[in-house]
């Protein structure tokens, strides 16, 4: 065993820190998700994760750069894309080095018609839309006609909305896995999302039963961890990224303030491995809808919760909290965006500032894990657990 007997590892869904160097390829120059959304709003206020060395990554608005008693940096993605999928896997140590296929068009009529054969109904959309808008679009449609909505976006996905009293929640799953099988080779994408909503009369809200079915592409971190014996606990959307794969136990959630308290209780359940939890509405809710404001009294939102999770902490614990890309509210799109991503620490061992610099791949993440836990690195990534040592 290394330093630190238990781990919690916190994403924060598309909490970026800036355009990274190959950003004008996708588009997305001028991208600093978080530094962007403090200017937009006049500041953030976020003392907590100031005191873990968040002003000392990038300037921010609002965020002094002293006192800092934590270790702060920020991470490179050498995988292919800007996605959720690519962004997690390479923090376990797996390289994507070809982007997963993308439908600016819409799926091929192959791969529909496939898919309306083995689920028995048409499909309605089969197009890049935001998942808000494309319910004001065919919400009443499919209500009327049964048929669910297929769509896409600048991300590998394959997303299927249904209302949960049309297409029961089971059935919607059913028509995922199906999806899943369908979608491989050189139509592999990323994931396959299910998308529940309720309401009517054209108002919709989509509802926390979404479920995540992800490629496996290769042994991670994850893995050793369970080999080894340790718990690997997923919160939130976590087990469905990783197809379950190196997952002990997953817990979903209803959203961030959710993902904290689910957090908090398996801080008090388990005793030693990895706590990974992810905390999406950030990107659902914030990132994609174009809402700095709602996007920063997010951040507030968990900022105001870190003593608590802090203070749940035991001597041998270390908190990490990073991103898996950007999604910034002020550029006009609404993609995520390919961005340097923080990563801030909290331990006993950390007792002053301590700058990890800008890392080469999200995989040191990973690399640290394993070298604390005295388990194999899964293959790339350079490990950063001996500046944060006990």
């Not at 990224?241 to 904290?260: A, C, F, P, Q, R």
Request: glycine share 12%.
């Amino acid at each position: 065993m290394g330093a630190y007997n238990r781990i919690i590892l916190i994403v924060l869904d598309s909490c970026g820190i800036g355009e990274m160097t190959d950003a004008e390829v996708y588009g997305d120059i001028g991208s600093n998700t978080i530094a962007n959304i403090a200017k937009a709003v006049g500041g953030l206020h976020v003392p907590n994760m100031a005191k873990l060395g968040l002003g000392r990554i990038h300037p921010i608005e609002g965020v002094p750069t002293d006192p800092v008693r934590g270790a702060y940096g920020k991470m490179a993605e050498q995988s292919a894309g800007k996605d959720t999928t690519n962004g997690h896997w390479e923090m376990v140590g797996v390289k994507l080095e070809r982007p997963l296929p993308t439908y600016p068009e819409g799926f091929p009529r192959e791969i529909m018609d496939e898919f309306e054969r083995r689920i028995g109904r048409k499909t309605l959309g089969n197009k890049p839309a935001s998942g808000t808008e494309i319910l004001k679009e065919l919400g009443d449609e499919h209500m009327r006609t049964g048929y669910p909505i297929v769509y896409t976006s600048a991300d590998s996905v394959f997303q299927i909305a249904a209302h949960e009293e049309i297409i029961p929640l089971e059935e919607l799953y059913r028509y995922c896995e199906i999806a899943r099988e369908i979608l491989v080779g050189p139509h592999a994408v990323g994931r396959v999302i299910a998308r529940p909503f309720v309401g009517g009369n054209g108002h919709f809200t989509r509802t926390a039963n979404r479920r995540d079915y992800s490629l496996i592409f290769g042994r991670t971190v994850l893995n050793e961890l369970q080999d080894a014996g340790f718990p690997v606990v997923g919160i939130g959307k976590i087990e469905d990224i990783y197809g379950g794969s190196g997952i002990t136990e997953g817990e979903h959630t209803e959203d961030n303030m959710d993902g904290v308290d689910k957090t908090l209780s398996y801080m008090k359940r388990v005793k030693n491995g990895l706590i990974f939890a992810n905390l999406v509405d950030f990107d659902a809710k914030y990132g994609h809808r174009n809402d700095p404001q709602g996007f920063a009294k997010a951040i507030e939102q968990f900022d105001a919760r870190l003593p608590e999770i802090i203070g749940a902490m035991r001597e041998d614990d270390l908190l990490i909290l990073t991103a898996d890309h950007g999604c910034d509210p002020t550029t006009p799109g609404t993609d995520h965006s390919r961005e340097f991503v923080p990563i801030l620490l909290h331990g006993s061992g950390i007792q002053s500032a301590i700058d990890l610099g800008t890392r080469e791949t999200f995989a040191d993440l990973g690399a640290t894990i394993a070298e604390n836990f005295c388990v194999p690195n899964p293959g790339i990534g350079s490990s950063f657990f001996s500046k944060i040592q006990r």
